[in-house]
């Protein structure tokens, strides 16, 4: 029995070699050669290439803010690109000019003796503080100094010393904290103006 052990032995031997040579001795199929693109020729024309496209919209600024002033002909405006300090003229309307002050909200009355109180009364003083009008603690009552303050002010603007501001006369852009405050009509002068 072991002779035939042996003999299948010996037959799986020669056929695994058989099989080996086969896959070794099998030729290799030809790469496939690249067929050439098809070749055309055009003529060369030189010329200017431009190209269009209309669109509707609207243009507009980053950071652009709408300011109201009331009623009127929008007659001065500061240069564009230019800084206005607190105190310093932001635009006319009917030759009458806009005083930039500080704070975050808009002025919606006329400031005068008797009004109600209010945080823009307290804003207003503390504009008024910061260009050197107004010496008390800035509240929110309009009182007698609060108008001495306007008058102060008004004089040292060339303004008509009433003690009172009306309605569009000065603007305070929304989160403005304030700059370095400019009080003659000769030092605005020489200011850049906003930038909006």
């Given at each position: ?115 109600a ?5 307290q ?21 007698e ?19 009172e ?10 989160g ?21």
């Amino acid at each position: 029995m072991r002779k035939i052990w042996i003999g299948v032995a010996a037959a799986v031997a020669v056929a695994g070699l058989a099989t080996t040579g086969f896959i070794i001795a099998r030729p290799t199929p030809a790469p496939d050669v690249a067929k050439t693109p098809p070749r055309s020729t055009a003529e060369v024309v030189r010329g200017n290439l431009s190209e269009q496209t209309l669109v509707q919209g609207n243009l507009g600024y980053v950071g652009e803010r709408s300011i109201s002033g009331g009623a009127g002909t929008l007659t001065a405006l500061a240069p564009a690109g230019s800084t206005v300090g607190v105190g310093g003229e932001l635009f006319a309307v009917d030759n009458v000019p806009v005083i930039l002050m500080t704070g975050a909200l808009p002025q919606w009355r006329a400031f005068a003796l008797g009004m109600a109180n209010g945080p823009d009364v307290q804003q207003l003083e503390a504009s008024l503080a910061e260009l050197g009008y107004f010496w008390s603690e800035a509240d929110e009552i309009f009182d007698e100094n609060t108008r001495v303050g306007i008058r102060l002010w008004q004089e040292a603007n060339g303004r008509e010393k009433t003690g009172e501001i009306g309605l569009g006369e000065v603007f305070s852009p929304p989160g403005r904290s304030g700059s370095p405050p400019q009080s003659s009509r000769s030092a605005r002068s020489r200011l850049p103006a906003p930038t909006f």
